[in-house]
């Protein structure tokens, strides 16, 4: 029950539902509302699709590149904690979506890389890697952490007006702090068990 409430977390954390807000209003603002939310729900299905692909057969993938967990750990540890870092000092420029006005986003930038990014994907790897026999408890977590990121962003008008920009702003940045120390752990428990062998 633990590792399955870990696990959850870790991936909204990755996910960065509240961090995304902005960023999908920003995509979304020259769309009509009831066709932003079928866009929504559209990316969210892709971006699912593309986590359980990862999640299956991240152990195979993972044999095939000859690629050891460790390294996986290792190098998915270093990736979250650089967007960790962009979590809390953002750039300027990272809020703007690079789409035409009026243009209707499809699998770039919301599903592919702002939802099932580089590190989620490594980290879903890592995680069919270290539970071969808890797919179940893995399928229930990432279910979970996609339903909460869901749910986020299907009410970001509602977020956005409680919290306002000072507030999902002040959000990210306690959760990239929290996201730091996961990438510290998963980066120290790589080298650890890369010195173990």
């Known amino acids: 029950m633990t590792e399955l409430f870990s696990a959850a977390v870790l991936l909204v954390l990755i996910m960065d539902p509240l961090g995304n807000l902005p960023i999908f209003m920003s995509v979304l603002k020259h769309i009509d509302p009831k066709r932003r939310r079928v866009i929504i729900i559209r990316e969210l299905l892709i971006a699912l699709v593309i986590m359980l692909l ?10 095939f590149l000859n690629l050891r967990a460790e390294t996986v750990s290792i190098s998915g540890g270093i990736i979250l904690f650089l967007i960790a870092i962009k979590m809390i000092f953002p750039s300027p420029e990272s809020t703007t979506s690079g789409l035409p006005a009026g243009e209707e986003p499809f699998l770039v930038p919301l599903a592919i890389p702002l939802l ?3 590190s989620l994907l490594a980290t879903l790897m890592l995680m069919s890697h270290q539970y ?7 399928i229930i977590a990432l ?7 869901a749910a986020i962003l299907m009410m970001s008008g509602l977020f956005l ?3 306002g920009s000072k507030g999902v702003n002040a ?5 990239g702090l929290i996201l730091i120390m996961i990438a510290t752990q998963m980066f120290l428990d790589g080298i650890r068990a890369y010195l173990k062998l």
């Open 54 to 63: 990862f999640l299956f057969t991240g152990e195979k993938m993972l044999a």
């Open 116 to 118: 099932a990014g580089p």
């Open 132 to 138: 071969p026999g808890d797919m179940g408890m893995l």
């Open 143 to 149: 279910s979970i952490a996609w339903g909460i990121t």
């Open 161 to 163: 007006r409680l919290l």
């Open 171 to 175: 959000l990210e940045r306690l959760m």
